[in-house]
């Protein structure tokens, strides 16, 4: 009997993903299906959703079933100087997913990569966020930004705080148009508003967007951090699914650097999400720097729905 006959889609996926990140040097990691509510309410922000189901357990704490893995993880990995630690886990998260009027159980696959971590760490999770997609779906795109520029870009127009967050979110929906508004009704110079106005319209391939980027933003580091990454991966794994693309949403108070979604073709919201959260290692007191992602597999079942129930997976 065939091993694709016994599990499920979503079964077979995690355990291909899983040996996937063992085989690149990630231990498994294992946790308790709650922890106590005061590490989610103090970063409700940094969730997907900010409603989470609660209990008093039997010593008086208000205790959670877990929304998020990552804060867990950062909460329960201690670090010497210079070290790495690299997990991967497969794990159930509680939460009520976008469009959805009740909580779901959701099955997450992922990783994550802590501590001392270089550009080489950066480039090995993104090349591992390709592999994953690839495990899915042959038709599957890597949209990568850099919250660095963005960061940089938006402080240095000198916007206002009501209106730095209008203009982010102008950003993420790709509106150029109300960007304009924005910065016109702000007081931004014209060039500030141009260059925001920039990271709102291109998109595409490396090849492509790096040297625009270099011709509208010079001698930038963020920049120069995008075109390694690129030549890294370049070297390690098929970069023709990879975007570069500034309007992947995020949370710009936890995270840095490169940002990124994964999406599959035939299902509507992205499958994978990740970045570098150093941000978020400092509010939580973690002096250490930290990138990973997750896959969503419970999308793996809209997939199968929309192939209608035809076999995706090699084995």
Known sequence: ??????LTAEELVSLKLRSLYSQNGYAQYKMSKFEEYDLYAANKDFLESERIITFTDTTGKLMALKPDVTLSIIKNTELKTGEIKKVYYNENVYRVP?????????????LECIGDISQSSVAEVIRLAVLSLAEISENSVLDIS?????????????????AFKQTLKALYEKNAYEIGNICASDGVSAKDCERISALAKVYGSPKDVLPELKNIFGENESVKELEVLVKALEMSCDTKNINIDFSVPGNIKYYNGIVFKGYIKGIPNYVLSGGQYDKLMERLKKNVKAIGFAVYLDAIELLERAAGGEDLWKC
């Open 1 to 6: 009997m065939r091993v694709e006959d016994i």
């Open 98 to 110: 976008k469009n959805s009027p009740a909580f779901k159980e959701i099955t997450q696959t992922g």
């Open 146 to 162: 850099h919250f660095g520029l963005i960061d940089e870009t938006l402080k240095t127009a000198s916007l206002s705080g009501q």
